[in-house]
């Protein structure tokens, strides 16, 4: 037996510091993990609503979500590579070329 | 306070505080092995909610796969140590943004749920319903999150590949 606003709370205070991490950092390896902390955020979220409910989309889409970010560190990953490879540098705020 | 609240506490302590480590550490390969224990201890929420399906492929994938993924990414791009090298200028206003994020959210948790009634009774052994749950209602969209990963490795492959072929 646990209460609802609980999880809710622990959620909130992961996806506020993925926010704080993705804002801060300029690393590019380290804004992808602060996307990892939101998007757990986002899994407790749905599995606690989930078994709240009694019904199991919830841990369905926790699946799926999960799944989603695997391919999203594969894909980042080798664009920061990429960049490290053309640039020397993966610092986000220093590759501008498309800024306005 | 029931002993499941008890030990959701510990174990959301310590994931909070792994993140907070994460976006804070200065040394690269340090934020990496924070993510594990933050990564652990929401598996852990995961099993005390009752969803050890979940909870195991948050283990196998993010601790296992992902952690790792990272650790490569780090060890392939020459990453500095300290803080002016790691983090930008603007911490101050970042650390506002976050924290009127969090404000904002635990304000509208708080006035939509009641406090001692929305409470979470976990269903017990569900590894068989997921299962068919996915195969049935979301076969689907199980087919084409498949064809998602599958399309986003190749990426990665052919995106990190080194152009000077014959």
Redesign the interface.
């Known amino acids: 037996m646990i209460r609802l606003p609980l999880v809710l709370f622990l959620s909130a205070a992961l996806f506020s510091t993925g926010v704080y991490g993705v804002l801060a950092r300029r690393n590019g390896v380290l804004v992808l993990m602060s996307i990892e902390l939101m998007l757990n955020a986002v899994n407790i979220n749905l599995v606690a609503f989930g078994a709240a409910l009694h019904d199991l989309t919830g841990q369905v889409f926790a699946l799926f979500v999960i799944t989603v970010a695997a391919a999203e560190v594969g894909i980042g990953l080798a664009i920061v590579i990429l960049i490290y490879r053309n640039r020397e540098t993966i610092n986000v705020d220093e590759v501008n070329l498309l800024k306005w | 306070m029931?002993g499941?609240?008890i030990a959701?506490?510990v174990i959301?302590v310590a994931?909070?505080v792994g993140?907070?480590r994460?976006?804070t550490a200065r040394n690269?390969v340090r934020?990496?092995l924070y993510?594990v224990v933050?990564?652990s201890a929401?598996a852990g929420?995961?099993l005390?909610?009752?969803?050890e399906?979940?909870a195991w492929?948050?283990i196998l994938?993010?601790v296992g796969?992902?952690v790792i993924?990272?650790l490569?990414?780090?060890m392939?791009?020459?990453?500095p140590i300290g803080r002016e090298?790691?983090?930008?200028q603007?911490?101050g206003?970042?650390?506002l943004?976050?924290?009127a994020?969090?404000a904002g959210?635990?304000y509208l948790?708080?006035g939509a749920?009641d406090?001692?009634a929305?409470?979470?009774?976990?269903?017990e052994g569900?590894v068989a319903?997921?299962g068919s749950?996915?195969f049935s209602r979301?076969v689907l969209?199980?087919e084409v999150?498949s064809f998602?990963?599958l399309a986003?490795?190749i990426?990665?492959?052919v995106?990190?590949r080194k152009e000077d072929r014959p």
């Open positions: 029931t499941a609240e959701f506490v959301g994931a909070v993140a907070i994460v976006v690269v934020a990496a993510l933050t990564l929401v929420v995961y005390l909610l009752a969803a399906f979940v492929v948050q994938i993010y796969a992902i993924l990272f490569f990414g780090l392939l791009t020459k990453a090298a790691l983090d930008n603007r911490r206003v970042a650390f943004v976050g924290v994020i969090l959210l635990v948790i708080q749920f406090w001692d929305a409470r979470i009774d976990p269903l569900s319903a997921v749950s996915i979301f969209p199980f999150i998602l990963l986003a490795l990426g990665a492959i995106l990190s």
